[in-house]
């Protein structure tokens, strides 16, 4: 059985130990396509003579931009990889400015495209990206090159000799791919991951996953772009998971219920959004059986792993299993038994929750610059602690700073960054990683995130808050979407609060109240003084420095697109605070 070291090494090791019929399915008009694990190996060596027919050398980069994931990214990569050449997956909804950087920090020779929406996007600034050749497309378009030109072009074998001569020289060591990420501030930073980086990452993590090789489904939809999404990819198919992908964030129900999955990834955001429409289905039932639904959400929210409540409680929760749980599972497909949870942080009530109904949802820690995984739970030999990102993974080394930074040694810490060796060197110091995250490892070895370093503020009475502890917890009120915790060197902490508008509007008909466009909602005295409710019980858990004594409602819904949230649906706090600088100032009387 061959060692995997390098990227393209987990294919070829899926066809000789568990090799797929359906290694890879993507629907297309209405059907799933299967690509076997032979097949997509044979492709992707066509690609591979492709691309040198094009004259693609090693260390050429070449540019991935998809708005879904597709059996053609995974083709590609492979193909890609395989020459020495690296692959440079570009997040799709940024603005074309930021296309025109990486392409050119990059200096892509040749970009993939999925669609025309990206295509247009990459058209309007190739005149100013020198180095790029040509754009290809994996969608049919009038007025683009399609990928499937490669795919004739690669299919006279006669220089699969040379393929194979310039996978030999490739090294574990070896850059493998560029990932930009958003930041919250400033430009993206090319963040430069070895195979080995990634390698390594993908067989540790997999030692967390609670699967048999060869007989599972996974549905995949957060973007592959990510390192997470596609470090899954590698352990997903050195598992022999079958990946399919999911059509869209907005098909993602139905595709649960067709495909059936066994395993997913997912951000706390969307997890959240999926409890609360379980809750507003159990609002509308009438009598017992509202009684029974609340009742085990009610029990649910109280679940510890391992039988620490006791056999009543245990008993109970059987019962509550057979009667409401169930049909939550059954309602996202049957067979989910693992969600993984990475991103952001995940709000402890949902980890219960979810176990409670017997679908795994374990939460873990990593960033881009650690490929990403540093810590996961594991439900198997008592590797999992609610409000904990589980244990570090083996061959990790954790340590907290003095000042309670998390710092990180392993073989997935990052080369450093693209062509910054100042950035690297304040990250990268004596082979820790420095993540700018704060921490703490209790006892038992696990390891608990309690801030970003960089978003902790000092209130002008010398108090530190630590926002995100606070969002957290508002949060979880249902009329609360987004919230942004605010007050550095000002008296106390305020907020400014995205309202959950569909939840409002449901609120205000069960109330006869008129509330008409998001704009009307937000001055609304009634809902000013519900939402104060909510703020006033959130606040009970924090100390009297801490607590929010005042908040504004925004009227606009905060997203990617509107630049209020990076791509991974963390908050831009600059750019938000200088968007609503008015109602900053009303708070502050400035």
Known sequence: MQNITRLFDFPYYQLEKFSLKNSLITKYDGEWVETSTKEYIDKANTISRALLRLNVKPNDKIALISMTNRTEWNIMDIGILQLGAQNVPIYPTISEEDYAYVLNHSECVYCFVSCSEVYEKVRAVKSKVPSLKEIYSFDQLKDCKNWKELLELGEDESNQDEVESLKEKVKPSDLATLIY??????????????????????????????????????????PVCHIYERMLMYLYQYRSVAIYFAESLETISENLKEVEPHVMTAVPRLIEKVYDKIIAKGADLKGIKKFLFFWAVKLGLRYEPYGQNGWFYEK???????????????????????????????????????????????????????????????????????????????????????????????????????????????????????????????????????????????????????????????????????????????????????????????????????????????????????????????????????????????????????????????????????????????????
């Open 181 to 222: 990420t958003s930041g919250t501030t400033g430009r993206p930073k090319g963040v430069m991951l070895s195979h080995d980086n990634i390698v390594s990452n993908a067989l540790e993590s997999s030692e967390r996953l609670p699967i048999a090789d060869g007989s599972v489904r996974a549905l995949s939809f957060l």
């Open 316 to 590: 109970q929760l059987k019962l509550a299993r057979k009667l409401i749980f169930s049909k939550w599972k059954a309602g996202l497909g049957g067979n989910l038994d693992l969600i993984a949870s990475g991103s952001a942080a995940l709000q402890p009530r949902l980890a219960r929750i979810f176990n409670a109904a017997e679908m795994g949802l374990m939460e873990g820690y990593g960033l881009t610059e650690t490929s990403p995984v540093i810590s996961v739970n594991d439900m198997r030999n008592n590797g999992f602690k609610i409000g904990s990102v589980g244990r570090p993974i083996g061959r990790t080394e954790v340590k907290i700073a003095p000042d309670g930074e998390i710092c990180v040694k392993g073989p997935q810490v990052m080369m450093g960054y693209y062509r910054d060796p100042e950035k690297s060197a304040e990250v990268l110091i004596d082979g820790f990683f420095h993540t700018g995250d704060i921490g703490e490892i209790d006892a038992d070895g696990f390891l608990k995130i309690t801030d970003r370093k960089k978003e902790m503020f000092k209130t002008s009475g010398g108090k530190y808050v630590a926002p995100q502890v606070l969002e957290n917890r508002f949060k979880q009120s249902r009329f609360i979407e987004q919230i942004m915790v605010v007050g550095e060197g000002e008296k106390m902490p305020a907020a400014l609060i995205q309202p959950n508008f569909e939840f409002l509007k449901e609120w205000g008909v069960r109330h006869d109240i008129q509330l008409g466009t998001n704009a009307e909602s937000v001055m609304n005295e009634k809902v000013l003084d519900r939402i104060q409710e909510e703020v006033d019980h959130a606040n009970e858990k924090f100390a009297k420095w801490e607590k929010i004594k005042q908040f504004r409602l925004t009227p606009d819904v905060w997203g990617v697109d509107t630049g209020h949230l990076t791509p991974t649906m963390k908050l831009r706090r600059k750019i938000i605070k200088e968007k609503y600088i008015d109602l900053y100032n009303q708070i502050y009387g400035h």
